[in-house]
């Protein structure tokens, strides 16, 4: 496991006052031009579900870059796959919640129709910061009648406290700073 992590921490950059001053953004993006350190992020993902949580039934990826890792995942568990968006990106009938992020303010929806009442679902992300966007998530997802196991990053700061607003959700991070 150490290994896969120190080939993970390696392929994060940081770039200073990014999107706003004072913002200190962490850039997933060589991960997914490295195949060996997007496949340790999926498989460290998946040996923590496989060991802690014995039912799941739907992965859900927030806008945008859990898209990138949640459907690895999904396929990896032989589950499906559902995105929430930012507000207006998706068709049908959805559901939404508003939610405050480290640097600005946003909405977040799903299609009524993409989590069943009772499922176990998972929640992935590439960053976990302030936790507004992943506790958007966990109330669109409660909203459905359905169950958050655990939610899933690539990267936690810990320093913002952002564990704290998902209460009792568990956070799996693989990358602390």
């Known amino acids: 496991m150490a290994e896969k992590v120190d080939l993970i921490s390696k392929c994060i950059r940081t770039f200073h006052d990014f999107p706003t001053k004072g913002i200190p953004f962490k850039d997933i993006c060589p991960i997914l031009k490295d195949p060996k350190a997007l496949a340790a992020v999926t498989d460290l993902f998946e040996e923590h579900v496989r060991r802690s949580y ?26 499906g796959f559902a995105p929430i968006r930012k507000k207006g990106k998706l068709p049908g009938p959805t559901l939404s919640v508003s939610y405050s992020l480290e640097y600005a303010k ?22 976990l910061a302030t936790g507004g ?17 655990a939610c899933l990053v690539v990267i936690e700061l810990k320093y913002l406290n952002g564990s704290e607003k998902l209460q009792s959700t568990p956070v799996f991070s693989l990358i602390q700073y």
């Open 106 to 127: 946003a909405e977040a929806e799903m299609q009524e129709d993409a989590v069943s009442a009772g499922q176990k679902v998972l929640i992935v992300d590439d960053l």
């Open 133 to 149: 966007t992943l506790h958007a998530a966990c109330e669109l997802i409660k909203q459905q009648k359905a169950e958050v196991l």
């Open 54 to 79: 014995p039912q799941v039934d739907l992965v859900v990826g927030l806008d945008a870059r859990g898209f990138l890792f949640g459907p690895l995942l999904a396929q990896r568990l032989g589950v």
